[in-house]
């Protein structure tokens, strides 16, 4: 949707390891999310960025870290600390585009811990 | 306590039929109240967005409203049909965007 892409759409990973998923966009919005989504549930807001080289937690940030060092990206790594991190994760932008506001999601990332 | 609490959990109803779907929200003022649609699996997508002033927007089929006096919003969806089934999740932008948990809707034949 919009101009945002997350990769990849699948992603399996082992029990302790780290594994970052990644968030660009084209957009030029200043405001960029992530969210995880549990089967048969709403969203949970992990980390967002309002600006480069700021970001402030969520609901659920324990186990997860982020980085904004461009406008146009926002990582985020599921560190060995989560307890459960299995889920579908979802990234979205947001900002003003010729006066009016606006706020586009990614296809997501479905997490698999095996 | 969420600060965006959506009814009901979920609905079922038959093709051609309307629903109401409803989202009660705590956050005031904010900048804008969206209605996503997720399809399984998908990202969601906008079906509309109001600001604090506004009280109702379409799109198409669906219809949304906003008393900002109870703090209820509502989409309206009219002749609904198969592809209708889907979450929708209602959104208060302050700061940074609140969900609602959202309704899943089945439309059946």
């Known amino acids: 949707d919009g101009g945002i892409t997350q990769s990849p759409k699948y992603l399996f990973r082992k029990e302790g390891q780290n594994v970052t998923l990644s968030c660009e966009q084209n957009?030029?919005?200043?405001?960029m999310y992530w969210y995880r989504q549990d089967p048969g549930q709403g969203l949970r807001l992990i980390y967002y960025?309002?600006?480069?080289?700021?970001?402030q937690k969520g609901d659920i940030a324990e186990g997860y870290s982020v980085s904004r060092e461009k406008k146009e990206s926002f990582p985020l790594t599921v560190t060995s600390a989560q307890k459960n991190p299995t889920a579908f994760y979802l990234c979205?932008?947001?900002?003003?585009?010729?006066?009016?506001?606006?706020?586009?999601f990614g296809q997501g990332t479905r997490l698999t811990v095996v | 306590k969420n600060q965006v609490e959506q009814s009901p959990q979920s609905l079922i109803i038959l093709e051609g039929k309307n629903c109401t779907l409803q989202?009660?929200?705590?956050?005031?003022?904010?900048?804008?109240l969206r209605w996503y649609k997720q399809d399984t699996g998908r990202g969601p997508v906008s079906l509309t967005i109001?600001?604090?002033?506004?009280n109702t927007k379409s799109n198409g089929r669906y219809t949304a409203t906003l008393d900002a006096d109870t703090k209820q919003s509502s989409l309206h969806i009219t002749a609904s049909q198969l592809s209708d089934s889907a979450s929708y999740i209602c959104?208060?932008?302050?700061?940074?965007?609140?969900f609602g948990a959202g309704t899943r809707l089945t439309v059946k034949p």
């Open positions: 979205a932008s947001g900002g003003v585009n010729r006066g009016n506001t606006e706020a586009f």
């Open positions: 957009l030029n919005h200043d405001a």
């Open positions: 960025s309002q600006i480069v080289n700021d970001f």
């Open positions: 989202c009660n929200y705590t956050v005031s003022p904010f900048s804008n």
């Open positions: 109001m600001t604090f002033s506004e």
């Open positions: 959104v208060v932008t302050v700061n940074d965007m609140r």
